[in-house]
């Protein structure tokens, strides 16, 4: 399942532009404000008019948490992925009513369920300022006083676009530097389940499945957005296809892919390849472990960490996919050669001949990138990311806006205090399992006489400390959470929350490692825009940028593929997931929910259930709408399979794929096997 990797601070890394001359005819996420019209028409006779791009632009829908979703109704229905929406299902559940496991269908308006922190984003618009960013940023300073230059910049036009519209108002970097665009985002906050399979449906062959083709999953959820109490009023939402897309047959795929990093020079490849992901890789398998252990304990402690679980696990895989492209020498030497070929160019042209320093520049950071990789203190917990969020919150709001840390700007604020002031429940044992491993992780890594491994410590074992902080903080009550907010500098320096003590003993180390790591990012974000300018010199005008977490539109065709001597055909039916379950003696993962066995017999089964498409995807496409010509909703992305691990770093449309839920098994399952005729009689009206 393609999951978002934005919060992968060991993976997160600069983009800039792949070389257009490079690009394959279904290569590409492309901005909504530069389509590809050239090559849509010559590869697919298809020329997307302004109307067409517009529409699919405010129908498609971003998850703020991560995930992709689209408007498919008028009034509010959004459909997104069932492991998008695990996280809202399960701080929805209580250990009498399981919606993960079990499922939901609401019966009426009045039984739809209110997510407690759900943030869905609708882009509304896009502009260029490019200029005024650069602008701010003098030729004389140092890295340091050019990245806060630019932060004050962005946070400037931020904030006037807020001001002017009321609208969610992000400046994006595009082509490492070369270019900014302002996003402007509608956003609902009032969001509720309306429906939604059982994770046996959805997740059909667990973890041996994912990553595979032929699928045969109902990754399905859908949500309702409100307003004023009542049905948003939608405008722009998909229609729904009588029919679904045909093998061959054009798709287009409007969604938010998370990050690629297809225009990294060889440097910054090998440090990635040599050291972020198998850093991150080894922090995974032991979060994998200490989850499991967790959840052998109870059904309820399986219930609790089954989401934590399913995420480490997922992402374990992907990493493990991606490490093993990047492994591969042909695609180094491949990559080396095309490198050394505009090097060349570069060099021999006396106008161009200074661009060359940028990849040189480039390569100086890459041992100081490594050096910050491992005995970092942001701990991936929830007691101890509030207690950070917190702290620092009260002594960035001393500052003004433009100087402070981005998330912490006065146009985010609405944003982030959504989330910092969820009701969501917060499980101490869980949070215990998962500070009490990483702060071992953190002991081995600095090794247990480090001064602030010491401090951290406390004299007590990692376990210990960890149950100590949790168990005496305060922190789960959102109402201490609003009070130190609301008391600033003075209520955290006098909190005697041990959660708040120890991230404040820890604050000099996490902005020392933050300044430097900014600072880094910096030099190459200017480095990379100096090489995107050569590029551009050299080979022609730009092709797209890397995925920043936006909206793009990707395309391709539905079609099958050949792997190990086999072909693969490009379906999957009703009848093809309950014949995978025979053959697996319907034995676990390998069990579909009774509601599917007992409906069978009604169910077409010759209903198309998963397909793929050449679609250029990664992490954070998971729920974008899949459309035809007619811009009819004919599919759900939910996957890719192993060989499409690489698009991170490079797209190959011979066996990478994208896998969607089929139009037609959603509304056959509807219909069949869950009751719910009234709910899908709404899709598309």
């Known amino acids: 399942m393609t999951r978002s990797f934005l919060n992968l601070s060991y993976v997160s890394v600069l983009a800039c532009l792949h070389s257009a001359p490079h690009v394959q005819a279904g290569e590409g996420m492309w901005l909504f404000n530069d389509l590809p019209h050239e090559i849509l028409k010559q590869e697919y006779d298809f020329d997307p008019t302004q109307e067409w791009a517009d529409h699919i632009m405010l129908s498609s829908v971003r998850f703020s948490s991560g995930g992709s979703a689209s408007f498919v109704s008028s009034n509010g229905l959004v459909i997104t992925n069932h492991h998008v929406a695990a996280d809202t299902l399960h701080k929805l559940s209580t250990p009498e009513s399981n919606y993960y496991e079990n499922g939901f269908l609401a019966a009426g308006p009045e039984n739809e369920l209110k997510a407690p922190d759900l943030e869905l984003n609708q882009l509304v618009s896009i502009q260029d300022v490019t200029d005024r960013v650069n602008d701010a940023v003098a030729d004389d300073l140092d890295a340091e006083e050019s990245h806060k230059a630019r932060r004050a910049a962005m946070s400037v036009i931020e904030q006037e676009s807020l001001d002017e519209t009321g609208l969610r108002s992000d400046v994006i970097t595009l082509f490492g530097g070369a270019k900014y665009h302002l996003y402007r985002y509608k956003k609902y906050t009032d969001v509720r389940l309306v429906w ?77 390849r040599d050291n972020s992901l198998p850093s991150y890789l080894d922090y995974l398998c032991r979060m994998e472990v200490a989850i499991q252990q967790f959840c052998y304990q109870s059904p309820e402690h399986q219930r609790r ?76 917990e929830r007691y101890y990311e509030i207690a950070k969020e917190l702290v620092l919150m009260a002594q960035e709001d001393q500052k003004p806006s433009e100087d402070r840390l981005r998330e912490f700007s006065d146009s985010g604020r609405e944003s982030l205090e959504h989330e910092l002031f969820s009701p969501a429940t917060i499980y101490d044992d869980l949070e215990v399992a998962k500070l009490s491993s990483q702060l071992s992780m953190f002991v081995e890594q600095r090794g247990g006489d480090d001064p602030l ?83 551009v010199a050299v080979e022609g005008t730009s092709g797209y940028p890397d995925a920043t977490f936006t909206l793009r539109l990707s395309f391709g065709v539905v079609k099958g593929y050949e792997e190990d001597g086999r072909d693969v055909p490009p379906w999957t039916t009703f009848a093809g997931a309950f014949a995978h379950q025979a053959a697996h003696e319907a034995k676990k993962p390998w069990i579909l929910p009774p509601s599917w066995n007992e409906a069978k017999s009604r169910i077409d089964l010759k209903t198309p259930l998963n397909f793929v498409s050449t679609a250029d995807i990664i992490g954070g496409n998971s729920g974008s709408p899949v459309v035809n010509r007619a811009g009819e909703f004919v599919g759900i992305i939910f996957d890719g399979n192993i060989q499409s691990l690489t698009a991170d770093y490079m797209y190959d449309d011979a066996v990478s794929r994208a896998v969607s839920v089929h139009s037609s098994g959603i509304r056959e399952a509807l219909r069949s096997i869950y009751n719910a005729e009234e709910l899908a009689d709404q899709l598309g009206k």
């Not at 009542?230 to 047959?249: M, Q, V």
């Not at 600033?488 to 790591?517: C, H, N, T, W």
Request: glycine content about 8%; charged content about 30%.
């Open 453 to 535: 491994v010491v401090t951290a410590l406390d004299g007590k074992n990692p376990f210990e400390r960890a149950a100590q902080l949790i168990g005496e903080s305060q922190l789960n009550r959102v109402e201490y959470r609003r009070e130190l907010a609301e008391g600033g500098v003075e209520a955290i320096k006098s909190s005697q929350d041990p959660m708040i003590q120890f991230f404040r003993s820890l604050e000099k180390e996490y902005r020392a490692r933050r300044k430097k790591k900014e600072s880094l990012e910096e030099i190459e974000r200017q480095a990379y825009s100096q090489i995107e300018e050569a590029r």
């Open 196 to 272: 939604a399979p059982e994770s046996s449906a959805a997740f059909f062959g667990g973890d041996m499945d994912n990553f595979e083709f032929p699928r045969y999953n109902m990754d399905v959820t859908m949500f309702r957005v409100y307003e004023d109490g009542k049905p948003a009023k939608i405008d722009h939402y998909l229609k729904w296809s009588e029919h679904g897309a045909g093998d061959g047959e054009v798709v287009f795929v409007s969604g938010n892919p998370a990050r690629t990093d297809r225009g990294l020079t060889t440097a910054a490849l090998k440090t990635l």
């Open 305 to 380: 960490g089954q989401d934590e679980l399913f995420g480490i696990q997922n992402s374990r895989k992907a990493i493990t996919g991606m490490l093993v492209g990047l492994q591969n020498p042909k695609f180094l030497a491949e990559k080396t050669t095309r490198e050394e070929e505009l090097l060349a160019k570069v060099r021999a042209n006396p106008e161009l001949e200074h661009y060359a320093e940028a990849w040189q520049e480039v390569a100086d950071v890459q041992p100081e990138k490594r050096a910050l990789l491992n005995g970092g203190v942001d701990f991936r």
